[in-house]
């Protein structure tokens, strides 16, 4: 079951029409990254990824990622595979563009321009996402 992490966010920031001073939303904190089960393994080594949710959504700006959401889905957030679905790997919508292309809002994309600013993103496909335990 997925952890619940609490965050607190300025309401100010979210929406100029918010007068309250604090909100509150609750994001999972860990997310395992499995491909749809009708998706082809694209390589025998391929493993569920463990994604630090709560991790990256304390330290980055909601949008970076849920890029087809505002701030008025705020907290209620559709999640990538519900729309990254399609098996095919150079597919913009499909499941393993968007953990992988070469810019953000994947994960690869990311870590990879993070890295080049100095950053300690891990980008190890074996060694950092694709464990096998
Ligand atoms: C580094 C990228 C990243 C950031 C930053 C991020 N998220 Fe996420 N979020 C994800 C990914 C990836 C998932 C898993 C989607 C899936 O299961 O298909 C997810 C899942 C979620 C879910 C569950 C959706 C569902 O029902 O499956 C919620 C809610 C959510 N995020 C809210 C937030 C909020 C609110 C913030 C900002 C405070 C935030 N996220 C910041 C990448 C991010
Ligand atoms: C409502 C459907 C929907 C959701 C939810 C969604 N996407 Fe997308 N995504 C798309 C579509 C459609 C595209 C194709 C380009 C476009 O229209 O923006 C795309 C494009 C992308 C791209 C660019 C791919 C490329 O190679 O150009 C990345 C990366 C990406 N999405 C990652 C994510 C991540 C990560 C999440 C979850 C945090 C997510 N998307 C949530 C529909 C969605
Ligand atoms: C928009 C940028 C961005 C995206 C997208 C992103 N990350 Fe990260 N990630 C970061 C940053 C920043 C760090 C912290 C790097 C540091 O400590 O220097 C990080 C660190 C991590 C870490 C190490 C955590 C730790 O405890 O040190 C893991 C694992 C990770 N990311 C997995 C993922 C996965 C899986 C995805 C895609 C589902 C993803 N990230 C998407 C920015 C991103």
Same mark, same amino acid.
């Given at each position: *079951? +997925?952890?619940?992490?609490?965050?607190?966010? @300025?309401? @100010?920031?979210?929406?100029?029409?918010?007068?309250? =001073?604090?909100?509150?939303?609750?994001? !999972?904190?860990?997310?395992?990254?499995?491909?749809?089960? %009708?998706?082809?393994?694209?390589?025998?080594?391929?493993?569920?990824?463990?994604? !630090?949710?709560?991790?990256? =959504?304390?330290?980055?700006?909601?949008?970076?990622?849920? &890029?087809? %959401? /505002?701030?008025?889905? *705020?907290?209620?957030?559709?999640?990538?595979?519900?729309?990254?679905?399609?098996?095919? !790997?150079? %597919?913009? /919508?499909?499941?393993?563009? @968007?953990? &992988?292309?070469?810019?953000? !809002? /994947?994960? +690869?994309?990311?870590?990879?321009? *993070?890295?080049? %600013?100095?950053?300690?993103?891990?980008?190890?496909?074996?060694? @950092?996402?694709?464990?096998?335990?």
């Amino acid at each position: *079951m +997925l952890r619940k992490l609490l965050l607190f966010a @300025a309401a @100010a920031v979210l929406a100029a029409v918010t007068v309250t =001073a604090t909100q509150a939303y609750e994001v !999972p904190d860990q997310i395992v990254l499995d491909r749809p089960k %009708e998706n082809r393994k694209l390589n025998t080594w391929v493993a569920p990824v463990k994604f !630090p949710h709560g991790f990256h =959504a304390i330290r980055l700006a909601c949008r970076q990622c849920h &890029h087809k %959401e /505002s701030d008025k889905t *705020m907290g209620q957030f559709v999640g990538c595979r519900q729309c990254h679905t399609d098996d095919d !790997p150079t %597919e913009r /919508s499909g499941f393993y563009r @968007a953990w &992988h292309s070469p810019g953000p !809002p /994947s994960c +690869l994309g990311c870590h990879t321009r *993070m890295r080049t %600013e100095g950053g300690k993103n891990p980008v190890g496909c074996t060694t @950092a996402c694709h464990r096998s335990k």
